[in-house]
């Protein structure tokens, strides 16, 4: 079970760091990624983590702005996002997969979604 937190309303370039807690003792073996979905917009592809944190990967519209990290020991993964734009308003949903290239991979092929958490950027 996968439960997000740290959404909310901000203003335009400022940040927001989101959390996502895993449950059970596998969190740690698992790829996790961040996706986002916008009013009226497919749901796309933010961020992934390999299970170790060693290898990274991020959608081209946030690359330099939002960090991707996870503490293993916490079961959590997180998503710092810098210079927030109104563009980045959605819900957005940590998954959880096998591998990494699930998680990249278009569609992407998640175990498990998170219920999302509303990220609202104001001009």
């Known amino acids: 079970r996968l439960v997000e937190s740290g959404g909310g309303l901000v203003q335009a370039g400022k940040s927001l760091r989101l959390s996502c807690s895993g449950s059970?003792?596998?969190?740690?073996?698992?790829?996790m990624g961040w996706f986002r979905q916008a009013p009226g917009k497919e749901r796309e592809f933010v961020a992934a983590?390999?299970?170790?944190?060693?290898?990274?990967n991020y959608a081209d519209a946030v690359k330099g702005r939002f960090t991707i990290s996870r503490d293993n020991a916490k079961n959590t993964v997180y998503l710092q996002m810098n210079s927030l734009k109104p563009d980045d308003t959605a819900v957005y949903y940590c998954?959880?997969?096998?591998?990494?290239?699930?998680?990249?991979?278009?569609?992407?092929?998640?175990?498990?979604w998170g219920q999302g958490t509303q990220v609202t950027v104001s001009s």
């Open positions: 983590i390999s299970w170790t944190g060693g290898t990274t």
């Open positions: 998954a959880a997969g096998p591998s990494l290239r699930g998680i990249v991979s278009t569609p992407a092929t998640p175990s498990y």
């Open positions: 059970g003792r596998s969190f740690s073996s698992y790829a």
